[in-house]
Each structure stands twice: as structure tokens, then as C-alpha cells.
């Protein structure tokens, strides 16, 4: 146990001593690592102070190399604009116009001029003021090649061409390639988006010609196919080439409409549109005054191209309006006058019926139909072509506007009736045709009376075949259907009248075969008829004995009878050749051969076979036997 306590005692000391030996070490370590610092303290010391100046001239140093580095960047920013133009220089001075640069390369290089002209701007240095008029002047003259280019694109498609061959052949007038358009397209592109307008402008000093030039013959045909040669000739539909103009006019406008959708934008389309057609539409302004200067000079014949005119502009017109609505009224505005006039030429119509008929200085001897019957149904005939414009006109008139005599309208501010409403057009034109026809018998019986005053006949034969002239051509269509009832209704009144002033020629021969007859006689027993003389059993079918009713007669009747049959041959006879004398319309004469043939025949019927016994058949008193007369009577109306 002890010797277990030394041993352990023995080894702890031993392992103090060698504690301790550590801890000399240790403290001999101290003072070296000590001495080390103080050295290597003093050494930082000498190495602070020889190093200090050196690391701030570093700094500085990497200060200024920095800032160096800045300028340089600068300077680099400020001559890359430089160095643009001098690469896009070459580009642009090249131009699209003779194909040396594709044009969305040159529009890319315009666009990269624009961006280095804007750097420059906003560097704010004036030593640049050079180099930024440089710039703009390079734009601007990029601006001018492409306008050029624009302008040199739409000519290769602006050559005028002969509007008949495509409107005969229902063609559509050529438009502007599909490749030229998306070239002037990306051209007014570039230009809008830099706020420039003026490919607008230049389209239409380009095209504006062009479309005017192409119509142009069809403004010259217009004129020139309204000469006249034949004064009285009335115009006929479709003769002047008006229709024609405007055909080619809306069609070329159309055209030119769907060139301009492609190019611009939807705000430009109305006004470029109209800005190009200005002057093709300030042509058709003048073809339109020169026709109703011409209309004007022949109202009475060719007042019917006015309708024609009306029509065919008017209906152009709105049907332009559904592409460009600001087409419509200088069109419009054209037009007026030309409508104007025609509403005029209503009531001048009515009064050249009037002037012509006072204007008359004789009337044929023969009763034949005066020519103005011909001429106003022609013209009425002709109106049946105008249905269409007729009833605007018309109503713009008013109802019976047209029976006043009225002077030509001096503008468009001219007074018109107010419109009523509730008639229609065809009502309107029923009640126009009534009235023409009433002033024209009415004026034509008027003049009759005056210049044919000792002959109601020659008077009723005159006024009878104007009325058939009159009815026969109001039996044909369209006439037909607009007739009124009014209108036929003072028709059948003229016709009354000339009949019965005709069928005064003839009362005279039949006022020689009426006789005295004496009710108060008595009758003689071996006569079924009465007593001579006497009055014949009313009723009675028995056939009359002449020779037995003129023995009852006293000798005075009998010389009577005589007196009256040559009376009756002499008036009969005159009245014939004045009826054989005359000229009849079909219709007349079988009117009025049987008219007569209805007063004469029964008359001389009975007047035949009571006294026929009263020259014993010598014909000396008797000329004509019954059934002569009948055979003689039924030829008038054949």
C-alpha cells in the first residue's frame, strides 16, 4: 500500500517538473515573440511611413484612371452619331428610286439618322451644332428621295387610259399594283409616323390628273352629243353621252377609293379621296352647266335630258356617298341648276301649248288634226321614260304648281310650293297629264271658234280628230296606267262637243223631213192607218201606202212635200261633199259616220215611206231611195 502511495507521488512530480520545464520554455518563447513585435512594430512603423505616400498616389491614381475612363465612354457616345452618319450617308444619298437600296433598308437607315440626330440634340453640346445641321440636312434630303420615290411610284401607274373600252367590256378600271402599294404604303407609314402629311398631298397631284384626264373625253361626248340638227327633233333617252360620264365617273372614283385604303390611314381616306377627284368633279361641274345652258336653249324639246340628268346624277351621287360622304354635295350642288330648270319646264311645257295654239293663223280647211296634238303626246309619250325622276320633280313643284305661267328660276333660292305629302308620284303625273291634255283641246277648240267661226262642222271635225290623236295614244302602255279618271273624264267632254258641233251640219237636212201632222182628223174606214194626211196609228206595224196617204193630201200639202224633199236633197247633198271634204282619224269617222247615219236614217226612213209616191218614181223630187240613203249613210263611217 505505501509503496502504491510513492509511486503515484513519484509520477506527479515528475510530471510537475516537466510543467515547469514547459512553462520556462514557454516564458522564454514570451520574451522572443515579444522582442518579434517590438521589431516587427517598429519595422511596420518604417514600412507605414515609406508606404503611406505611395497608396495615396494609387488612389488618386485610380481615381483619375476612372474618370478617364468615363471621358472616353463620352467621347465615344458623342462620335458614334458621327461615325452613323458617316455609314448611313452612302445609304441614303443612294435612294430607293433606282432600286440601289431595298426601301425598308433605306427607311431603316433614315430611322437610324433620326435616332443619332436625337442623341445629338440631347447631349447639349455646341460643338455639335455642326454635326447636327449635317444631320438634318441629310434627313431632309432622305425625306426628298422618298418623296420622290412616292411620287415616282404612283407615275408608273398614272398614265390616263380610254374609260369606253372598260365600261363596254364591263371591266374594272386597273388599279395600283399590289406591290407599288405596299411600297407607297410603308413610304406614308414612315412619313405619318414623323408627322408629315404631304404623301397625301402628292398622291393627289399624282392621281388627281390622271382620273380627270381619263374622263375627259367622256365631258367632251357629253356636249357634243346634244347638237342638234333638227331643231324640233325631242331628245331622245340616252342619247347624250351623260350617262356614259357618270357611269365612268362613279367607277373610276370606286377605283380610286380602294387605292387609297391600302396606303393610308382610315382618317385620310375621305379627304385624300376628295382631294383627288376635285378636279375630275369641278369637270363635271362644267359639263353639267354647259348641258343646261344647252337645256335652257331648248327647254320645249330637250327638257327631257334634264330628267335624264337628274336621275343618273342624283343616283350616282348616293351611291358614291357610301364610300366618301363629302362627294355628295358638290355633286349635288352641280346638279341644282339642272333640277331647278327641270322643274321649270313643267309649267313651261303647259305654256308653249298655250303659245303655239294663240299662235295659230289658220286651221286646215279639211279638219285634220293640228300638228301640236302630235307633238304634245310625243312629249308626254317621251315623259313615261322619266318615271323614275319625274315624281321628285314633281312634288318639289307642288300639286298643280305647274298650271301658272312661271318665269326660268333664278337660283337655287327660288320659291317652291310646300310638298304635300300624301300623293304619290304616279298621282302627281296623272294629275300633270290631265291638266296638259285639258289646256291643249281646250286652247285648240278655243282657236277653232276663232278661225273657223261659219263652220261648227269644220269646228267639230277639227276638235274630234285632235281628241283621237289624243285617246289613241293614251290607249297605248304606259299611258294607259296613269290616266285618270278626271283626265278621261274631260275627254269624253271634248269629245261631246266636237260631236255635237260636227252634227250641226245636219240638223238642217233633217229639219226638211219632219211634216205637219193633224191628230184632230178622222179616219177613213178602208185605211188601217188613219185617214190621209192624218196621223198613223201609234204602234202600228203595217207598212205605210204612200200613194194612198198622199191622195188624202190636199194639193197645197203636196207641193209642200215637194218643196221639202228638194230642200232635204239640196242640204243632204251640201252636207255630204262638206263631210267628203274632210280629213278623218279612223275612229272619227266611224264616231260620226255613225252619229249621222243614227239622226238621218230614221228621219228619211219615215219620211221615204209616207211621201216617196210623190213623183211616181221620176226621181224629180225623190233622189235617193231608202235603201240608198241606208248604203250611202253606213259608207260615212267606213
Not at 516564458?27 to 511596420?44: C, D, F, P, V, Y
Not at 382631294?275 to 327647254?299: G, M, P, W, Y
Not at 193633224?518 to 205605210?544: D, E, I, K, L
Request: with cysteine; glycine share 6%.
Amino acid at each position: 500500500m505505501p509503496s502504491i502511495v510513492r509511486s503515484a507521488h513519484a509520477e506527479e512530480s515528475a510530471e510537475v517538473e516537466v510543467l515547469l520545464a514547459n512553462m520556462d520554455k514557454l516564458k522564454t518563447l514570451t520574451k522572443r515573440i515579444q522582442g518579434s513585435l517590438g521589431r516587427l512594430e517598429s519595422s511596420g512603423r518604417s514600412v507605414q511611413d515609406a508606404i503611406g505616400p505611395i497608396h495615396h498616389n494609387t488612389s488618386a491614381l485610380q481615381v483619375r484612371q476612372r474618370n478617364i475612363e468615363r471621358i472616353n465612354n463620352a467621347i465615344d457616345n458623342i462620335r458614334q452619331p458621327l461615325d452613323r452618319r458617316q455609314r448611313e450617308e452612302p445609304i441614303i444619298h443612294a435612294g430607293p428610286r433606282l432600286q440601289r437600296v431595298n426601301l425598308q433598308d433605306y427607311l431603316s437607315s433614315m430611322d437610324r439618322t433620326s435616332q443619332a440626330l436625337s442623341d445629338l440634340q440631347s447631349s447639349g453640346l455646341k460643338s455639335n451644332q455642326k454635326a447636327v445641321a449635317e444631320l438634318r440636312e441629310l434627313l431632309r434630303f432622305g425625306n426628298q428621295q422618298l418623296e420622290g420615290a412616292f411620287r415616282d411610284t404612283l407615275r408608273e401607274e398614272a398614265n390616263p387610259v380610254e374609260p369606253l373600252h372598260y365600261i363596254t367590256k364591263q371591266l374594272p378600271f386597273p388599279d395600283i399594283s399590289r406591290d407599288n402599294s405596299s411600297k407607297l404604303r410603308l413610304i406614308n407609314s414612315y412619313a405619318a409616323a414623323g408627322g408629315d402629311t404631304r404623301t397625301a398631298a402628292i398622291y393627289a397631284d399624282v392621281r388627281g390628273p390622271y382620273v380627270s384626264t381619263t374622263l375627259q373625253n367622256m365631258a367632251t361626248a357629253s356636249v357634243s352629243t346634244t347638237r342638234k340638227t333638227d331643231p324640233n327633233a325631242i331628245y331622245r333617252q340616252g342619247t347624250c353621252a351623260i350617262g356614259t360620264y357618270s357611269v365612268a365617273l362613279e367607277k373610276l372614283f370606286a377605283s380610286e377609293y380602294d387605292n387609297i385604303c391600302p396606303i393610308f390611314a382610315r382618317e385620310q381616306w375621305a379627304t385624300t379621296h376628295s382631294n383627288t377627284v376635285q378636279a375630275a368633279i369641278n369637270d363635271f361641274a362644267r359639263t353639267l352647266s354647259e348641258l343646261h345652258h344647252h337645256v335652257k336653249n331648248h327647254i320645249v324639246t330637250d327638257c327631257f335630258l334634264s330628267y335624264e340628268i337628274v336621275q343618273i346624277v342624283s343616283s350616282m351621287s348616293y351611291r358614291l356617298e357610301s364610300r366618301n360622304a363629302a362627294l355628295r354635295q358638290p355633286i349635288q350642288d352641280a346638279l341644282r341648276p339642272i333640277r331647278e330648270t327641270a322643274k321649270y319646264s313643267l309649267s313651261r311645257l303647259i305654256d308653249d301649248i298655250r303659245q303655239r295654239s294663240s299662235a295659230l293663223v289658220s286651221i286646215p280647211a279639211d279638219g285634220s288634226a293640228e300638228r301640236l296634238s302630235y307633238d304634245v303626246m310625243t312629249r308626254l309619250q317621251t315623259m313615261t321614260s322619266y318615271l323614275d325622276p319625274l315624281p321628285s320633280i314633281l312634288a318639289s313643284v307642288g300639286e298643280s304648281g305647274w298650271r301658272s305661267s312661271s318665269s326660268m328660276p333664278s337660283g337655287p333660292g327660288s320659291d317652291t310650293p310646300p310638298l304635300d305629302v300624301g300623293i304619290s308620284g304616279r298621282d302627281l303625273f296623272s294629275s300633270y297629264l290631265a291638266d296638259t291634255l285639258d289646256t291643249l283641246l281646250t286652247s285648240l277648240d278655243a282657236r277653232a271658234r276663232a278661225l273657223l267661226s261659219k263652220s261648227k262642222s269644220a269646228q267639230g271635225v277639227f276638235l274630234a280628230n285632235n281628241v283621237a290623236v289624243v285617246d289613241r295614244t293614251l290607249a297605248s302602255p304606259p299611258l294607259s296606267t296613269l290616266v285618270s279618271d278626271a283626265a278621261r273624264a274631260k275627254l269624253d267632254t271634248h269629245r261631246k262637243r266636237a260631236l255635237a258641233a260636227y252634227l250641226d251640219a245636219w240638223r238642217d237636212p233633217c229639219i226638211h223631213l219632219r211634216d205637219t201632222q193633224y191628230t184632230n182628223r178622222s179616219s177613213h174606214p178602208n185605211q188601217a192607218g188613219g185617214t190621209p194626211g192624218g196621223r198613223p196609228t201609234s204602234g202600228s206595224a203595217a207598212p205605210v201606202d204612200s200613194a194612198a196617204f198622199l191622195k188624202g193630201m190636199s194639193s197645197k200639202d203636196r207641193d209642200a212635200i215637194k218643196e221639202k224633199f228638194k230642200a232635204f236633197n239640196a242640204a243632204f247633198d251640201d252636207a255630204l261633199a262638206r263631210h267628203r271634204g274632210y280629213r278623218f282619224e279612223a275612229e272619227v269617222r266611224a264616231l260620226l259616220g255613225r252619229e249621222v247615219q243614227a239622226m238621218i236614217e230614221p228621219l228619211y226612213a219615215r219620211f221615204w215611206d209616207r211621201y216617196h209616191e210623190i213623183d211616181k218614181g221620176r226621181g224629180k223630187y225623190v233622189k235617193y231611195g231608202k235603201g240608198e240613203m241606208t248604203s250611202l249613210l253606213a259608207g260615212l263611217a267606213s
